[in-house]
C-alpha cells in the first residue's frame, strides 16, 4: 500500500481535502454514515489517497455539508471540490498501470451491472408470480 507521502501531489491535496470535508460534516448520519457502513475499506482508501472516490460520492457528501453547515457553505466547497477532484483522478489515471487499472474498474462495474439486471428480473418473475401480498 502507498503512505500518502508517495502520493502524486493532486492525489495527496484531495486526500487532505477529503479529510477536511468529513470533518465538517456528522459521519453518523447522511451520505457519510450510509458509505462508512456500507464501505469502510473503500472510505479509508480514498482518505489514504490510494482511491479516488467517485465525483457522485463527493457530491453525496457535499449534500451533508449542505445540511451541516449550509447551502452556502456547500456552494462555495462544491468549485474547489471539483477542481481538486479531477486533478486526482488525472494523477491516479497517469500513474504507470493507469491505464489497465481503468480496464479492470470498468470491467468489474459491467459485472455489477449484468448482476443487478439480472437480480431484477429474478425479483420482477418473482412478484409477478406471486399470488398473495405475503409472498410478493
Known amino acids: 500500500m502507498m503512505v500518502v507521502q508517495q502520493l502524486p501531489g493532486g492525489i495527496r491535496e ?13 459521519q453518523r448520519a447522511g451520505w457519510a454514515a450510509v458509505f ?8 479509508r482508501a480514498c482518505l489514504d489517497g490510494t482511491e479516488v472516490p467517485p465525483w457522485d460520492v463527493v457530491e453525496a457528501l457535499l449534500i451533508d455539508l449542505a445540511h451541516d453547515a449550509g447551502p452556502e457553505a456547500a456552494a462555495q466547497e462544491t468549485r474547489r471540490a471539483r477542481a ?15 491505464r489497465e487499472a481503468l480496464g479492470d474498474r470498468l470491467d468489474q462495474m459491467l459485472r455489477e451491472q449484468r448482476y443487478a439486471a439480472e437480480r431484477r428480473t429474478e425479483l420482477t418473475r418473482r412478484l409477478t408470480a406471486a399470488t398473495s401480498a405475503e409472498e410478493a
Open 36 to 43: 462508512w457502513q456500507r464501505d469502510p475499506d473503500g472510505m
Open 84 to 98: 481538486l477532484h479531477g486533478a486526482s483522478q488525472r494523477a491516479y489515471d497517469s500513474r504507470p498501470g493507469g
Open 14 to 26: 484531495f486526500a487532505g481535502y477529503l479529510r477536511d470535508l468529513l470533518a465538517r460534516v456528522d
